[in-house]
């Protein structure tokens, strides 16, 4: 009997932990080495768009995570005052690219995805490194305090920081600070009724939306340099730079505690790796192509990663050429949203809501028509229909 091939991914996170999903689907054995102490993400929500959905359509799961989440799509553009520059509607959404656009927390996605994946499979405090990528002769090399393990597969899942993409191309830069740090917080805002909305203002974003828990899932964005940090705390942070906007973010602001709020820089990889995949080993999600995250995509371009990763397990090179050109495209996409987003010149400003605001009266779909060409992915290989395991 021939033996079962192994792969070993390195990173338990949504793009990790999909891969595996995939990889087990395919018959592989499958080891997940997580580096942190548990599964538990850091983040709030995710916003998952119909590729996305399409894809854990593929795992077998996409229906039971349109389930959990709140559909978004009715609400839109605003200004700091509360003028609405364009609105969205979802059904519409769900109409154009067949499907809709849904939000649910990090934490669940995460559990489904784990429990996708055989007992035993997901090792954590497990701090893996690659030893060997291995090659058409010999099998990768991954060690890990316990001990070193071999692979026909090895997935480098392990983020925008990636260890294994710094060994397999030492001569790519790496990240890039954005020019912009981000906050999100997930909490619930008693009496709180709002439709969903994005606001952008003078070098700075807001967004509120609610999720189907009946909390609110909140993010903000600001140019600043680097590191800096509020002196006191960030909900502090947040009021004075968001206090004065329209409603609902001041009730959002009142109802949420310092330790609440989640801050992060955001660092994106402008020059793409020459590949993504050397040897035996494949990169995947933020390891491959961390982008900023005003599209929305850097978690459902993951998802996509994983199923056209285990499609092509056997032909690295036909992942790269699947991958690479579509994550850039929409990794350039999304550096050019963000200087749209976040723009800080006065007449700039006032010419882009200007603009806005016409276009929409004569195209109301102008929101949507962003996302042509990403939400309508479609995976290279048909879903699995719900409780049967078939596809």
Do not use: C
């Not at 102490?37 to 593929?58: F, H, K, Q, Y």
């Not at 060994?167 to 969903?196: C, K, N, Q």
Request: positive net charge; proline residues 8%.
């Amino acid at each position: 009997m021939p033996q079962q091939p192994r792969a070993v991914v390195i990173g338990g996170g949504i793009a990790g932990l999909a891969a595996a999903a995939a990889l087990h689907r395919t018959g592989r054995q499958v080891t997940v080495l997580e580096r942190a102490p548990s599964l538990e993400p850091v983040g709030a929500a995710i916003s998952l768009s119909p590729n996305a959905l399409r894809a854990l359509d593929v795992l077998g799961i996409g229906d039971e995570i349109r389930g959990l989440a709140a559909w978004q799509g009715d609400g839109g553009l605003r200004t700091p005052s509360g003028r609405w520059l364009t609105r969205t509607n979802a059904a519409a959404a769900a109409e154009r690219f067949g499907g809709p656009l849904v939000l649910l927390h990090r934490g669940t996605l995460i559990d489904r995805l784990a429990a996708l994946l055989p007992p035993g499979a997901v090792r954590t405090n497990a701090d893996a490194s690659l030893a060997d990528p291995g090659d058409d002769r010999r099998p990768a090399r991954v060690t890990t305090p316990d001990g070193a393990l071999e692979a026909d597969l090895v997935v480098a899942a392990d983020g925008i920081h990636s260890t294994v993409r710094q060994a397999l191309f030492p001569a790519h830069p790496g990240p890039r600070y954005a020019g912009f740090t981000t906050w999100r917080l997930v909490i619930p805002v008693p009496g709180a009724a709002f439709a969903s909305h994005e606001t952008w203002g003078r070098g700075r974003l807001w967004g509120t939306h609610p999720l189907k828990d009946g909390r609110v899932y909140a993010y903000a964005a600001a140019t600043a340099p680097a590191g800096r940090r509020a002196a006191d705390d960030e909900k502090a942070e947040l009021l004075r730079l968001f206090g004065d906007w329209h409603d609902p973010i001041p009730a959002v602001l009142a109802a949420a505690r310092p330790e609440d709020v989640l801050r992060h820089d955001v660092h994106h990889i402008a020059e793409p790796p020459p590949a993504y995949h050397r040897g035996r080993v494949a990169l995947l999600g933020d390891a491959a192509h961390a982008m900023p995250p005003n599209l929305g995509q850097g978690g459902n371009q993951a998802l996509e990663d994983a199923v056209v990763l285990a499609h092509h397990a056997d032909d690295l090179a036909a992942y790269t050429a699947a991958r690479l050109p579509r994550t850039t495209a929409i990794a350039r996409q999304a550096v050019r949203a963000a200087r749209l987003n976040l723009m800080r010149s006065r007449a700039g400003i006032a010419m882009r809501d200007t603009a806005i605001a016409a276009l929409s009266r004569i195209r109301p779909d102008l929101l949507l028509r962003s996302f042509e060409g990403i939400a309508d992915w479609q995976p290279p290989y048909p879903a699995v229909r719900a409780g049967t395991g078939e596809r």
